[in-house]
C-alpha cells in the first residue's frame, strides 16, 4: 500500500534530505510525519527521532499507520520513548530502525537496547542473555536465536520464551531442561523469570532451580540487574552433580551493575549473597561482545573475608560462547 502512495508522490517530492519529516505535533505520545522516501515503512516498524537543530537521536516511536493528505504520504507515529529531558519538534526527522545507524548516530547505551526481537541487531546492541561469569540468568533471547558455550545451550522460542539444557549434566546422563520466559520490558525495567529441572533416573537423583532477574536502566552507560537463584537438591550431600561437577551446589541473592564501554563491552560487577554459607562475596568482569562471539574474564569470591586464593576464596572466572 505504502508502494502505491509513493508512486502519486515521487515526482513532486522535494530534494530528499530524510526518510521523514515531523510536521505535527498530536499530543505529547503521537506526532505526524511527512514520509519522503520508501526506505521500508510499515505498520508497527519502529523508527528514529532525530533532532534537526542537534543532529541527534531524541526519542523512538512506532508507525501506527499511514494517509494521504495533499499527495503526501504522511505517517502517524506513536512516540515510545525520549532521551533524557529532550523534545520532539516539528521539523525533526525520523528514520527507520537500523543497527548501522546505532554507530552513524552513536546512540547511547540502554536507550538502544531497549528496542528487540530482530535478528537484524548484532548481539553487541542487545540485553545480555546470559550473566557470564556470575553463573546466573540474564533477559531472553530473540525469536529462533541461539546462544552455545561450552557449558550451556539457549534457545529462542519467541522473543519472550526460551529453553536451554546444561552440557555438561546431559553429558552425565541427566535428562534436563530450563525455560526462561520474559514478564516485562519497556525502557524503565525489563523482568525475567526462568526454572530449571534435572534427573538421573540411575542414581534417582533430582535437581530443582528458579530465579529471575530484574533489571532498572539508570542512564544510557549504566543499568542495575537485581537477580536471585535458589537451587533445590535433596541429594545434595552425595549428589555427583552438584558435588563431583561442582554445578548448582548454591542459592544466593546478587546485585550486578553493568556498564557499557564506547565499543559496546561490558564490566559487570557487585556483591552476591551466598544463602548456603550465608556470606557476602561478589565479582568483577570485562565482557568483550563481537556481533556474535562473547568473552569474559574477571575475579571473584563467595566470602569478602576469606583472602586465600581457591574456590573457598578469591578465584579467576571466565566464560565465552557465540550468540547468532
Do not use: C
Amino acid at each position: 500500500m505504502l508502494k502505491v502512495l509513493f508512486f502519486f508522490t515521487f515526482f513532486t517530492s522535494a530534494q530528499v534530505l530524510a526518510q521523514g519529516i515531523i510536521t505535527k505535533i498530536n499530543n505529547p505520545s503521537q506526532v505526524i510525519a511527512k514520509l519522503t522516501s520508501d526506505a521500508g515503512f510499515d505498520v508497527e516498524k519502529t523508527v528514529f527521532i532525530i533532532s534537526a537543530r542537534e543532529n541527534r537521536v531524541v526519542g523512538f516511536g512506532i508507525i501506527h499507520n499511514f494517509y494521504l493528505h495533499e499527495l503526501d504520504v504522511m505517517a502517524k507515529v506513536d512516540v515510545t520513548e525520549i532521551i533524557g529531558n529532550s523534545l520532539v519538534m516539528v521539523g525533526d526527522e525520523i528514520e527507520l530502525l537500523d543497527y548501522k545507524t546505532f554507530t552513524k548516530k552513536e546512540l547511547p547505551g540502554f536507550n538502544s537496547l531497549t528496542i528487540g526481537g530482530s535478528q537484524k541487531i548484532p548481539a553487541q546492541y542487545k540485553e545480555l542473555a546470559y550473566l557470564g561469569v556470575f553463573n546466573s540468568e540474564g533477559h531472553t533471547l530473540d525469536r529462533d536465536e541461539v546462544l552455545i558455550s561450552p557449558f550451556q545451550v539457549q534457545y529462542g522460542i519467541t522473543n519472550d520464551f526460551g529453553v536451554k539444557i546444561v552440557n555438561a549434566l546431559f553429558l552425565d546422563g541427566y535428562a534436563n531442561v530450563g525455560f526462561k520466559y520474559r514478564v516485562l520490558r519497556n525502557k524503565y525495567a525489563k523482568i525475567s523469570v526462568n526454572t530449571f529441572g534435572a534427573y538421573k533416573l540411575q542414581s534417582q537423583d533430582w535437581i530443582g532451580q528458579f530465579g529471575g532477574v530484574i533489571t532498572l536502566p539508570s542512564n544510557a552507560k549504566f543499568q542495575q540487574h537485581m537477580a536471585a537463584n535458589f537451587t533445590f537438591d535433596p541429594m545434595y550431600k552425595d549428589a555427583h552433580a552438584t558435588r563431583g561437577l561442582g554445578l548448582f551446589q548454591d542459592s544466593d541473592i546478587r546485585s550486578i551493575t553493568e556498564y557499557v564501554t564506547d565499543s559496546w563491552n561490558r564490566v559487570l560487577y557487585g556483591p552476591v549473597y551466598n544463602v548456603e554459607l550465608q556470606t557476602f562475596g561478589g565479582t568483577v568482569s570485562y565482557l568483550w561482545i563481537w556481533d556474535t562471539f562473547h568473552m569474559s574474564l574477571g575475579l571473584a569470591t563467595r566470602d569478602f573475608t576469606n583472602f586465600n586464593f581457591g574456590t573457598k576464596g578469591y578465584y579467576y572466572v571466565y566464560d565465552f560462547f557465540w550468540r547468532f
